[in-house]
């Protein structure tokens, strides 16, 4: 989806995604591009329902669910990072369940 | 001249029961239609009077678990203790369409409102969980955003109370997040927390103290005191949070 979109990639070096309702989570551009991240928007044929954050999710299968938006309005490219709606409450920026990144400091 | 008192919210009134829901082995939620009811605020509680015929009567106060929203009607979610005079009446024999005398709302400390913000913190032991669903609730009404994690503590799966709801109050909010612990009995493949709450628990799930959250805590007066003394250990200001505990004492 970003393929389409021209942005200077030395500038663009985070995407903030934003929801119906007002969520924003924050992400490192390159941890959603390459095929790392998608827009699902149906599920087994049928459209996502909005239970599992349909019409559109953000799916970002390498990170903890939080940075999976759900009911996700759109993409912006920014070129600083910014916290979103958990990431400024406490939660890791990042959050790689790898490494357990829950909180800030983890 | 005539003198006429006005109803008020210490006047005893009877409502009708239009509903019970069982929640688990031993908790029963009573909805009743009360047609003078003046309104309460989440977090609010009745007291509830039964009277024998002999004229005995007997009063305990109950969590009042729906929000404000959905007045004139009132539900209350009561837990049987076995030795109780009062709470095995109530689940075991009301019935749709009998009679309970109450009165309230009672309390205005314990007591949460969308206008007052967040993030909002809210720890529940047992059935301590009532008041703070009447603040789930309302938030969910009202299409609140504040950011609100709830803990809640329950020996088993099956003791958890409201616990579909809450799985989906929480799958349609994003900023709402509910995190469990099961304090004896876990089911396979349980991911959440499988201990007493203690202060590394908080340390986790609480909002850092630099974000000011508004803190409420109710249960047992063992947990209560637990999860108070852990929140003011993180740094947590003492003002900010508010208890509310229930006897006999017991645990979750």
């Known amino acids: ?106 | 001249m005539e003198r006429r008192t006005l109803p008020g919210r210490l006047t005893w009134q009877r409502g009708e029961v239009v509903a019970t829901e069982q929640e688990t082995a031993r908790a029963q939620s009573i909805t009743l239609a009360l047609p003078t009811w003046m309104g309460h605020r989440a977090g609010q509680h009745v007291d509830v009077r039964l009277t024998a015929e002999d004229g005995y009567q007997a009063e305990r106060s109950y969590s009042i678990a729906s929000p404000p929203e959905e007045q004139p009607r009132v539900t209350l979610t009561v837990e049987r203790l076995d030795d109780g005079e009062v709470s095995p009446y109530l689940t075991d024999e009301l019935r749709v369409g009998d009679k309970l005398e109450l009165r309230g709302p009672i309390g205005g400390y314990f007591v949460w409102e969308a206008s007052m913000g967040g993030p909002l913190l809210l720890v529940a032991g047992g059935s301590g969980i009532v008041p703070l669903m009447a603040m789930l609730r309302h938030r969910a009404a009202v299409g609140s955003t504040v950011a609100t994690r709830l803990l809640y503590s329950s020996r088993s799966y099956a003791d958890i109370i409201y616990r579909d709801e809450l799985e989906r109050l929480d799958e349609a909010d994003q900023m709402l997040e509910v995190v469990h612990t099961l304090t004896r009995v876990q089911p396979p493949g349980w991911t959440d927390y499988h201990r007493r709450i203690d202060t590394d628990m908080l340390r986790e799930v609480a909002w850092p103290s630099d974000q000011h959250p508004l803190m409420y805590i109710c249960g047992p007066t063992p947990f209560v005191e637990t999860a108070a003394a852990s929140l003011v250990t993180l740094g947590h200001e003492p003002a900010r949070i508010k208890t509310e505990r229930f006897g006999p004492t017991g645990e979750a």
């Open chain 1, 1 to 106: 989806m970003l393929q389409q979109v021209e942005y200077d990639p030395n500038v663009a070096r985070y995407v903030i995604a934003f929801s119906d309702g007002g969520y924003t989570t924050n992400l490192p551009l390159a941890d959603v591009l390459g095929g790392k991240a998608w827009v699902a928007f149906s599920y087994e044929g049928q459209p996502l329902a909005p239970e599992h954050g349909g019409p559109a999710r953000l799916l970002v299968p390498h990170l903890y669910f939080w940075k999976s938006a759900k009911w996700v309005r759109g993409l912006r490219l920014v070129d600083h990072d910014e916290p979103g709606f958990w990431e400024s409450l406490g939660y890791h920026n990042y959050g790689d369940p790898w490494k357990e990144e829950r909180y800030q400091g983890d």
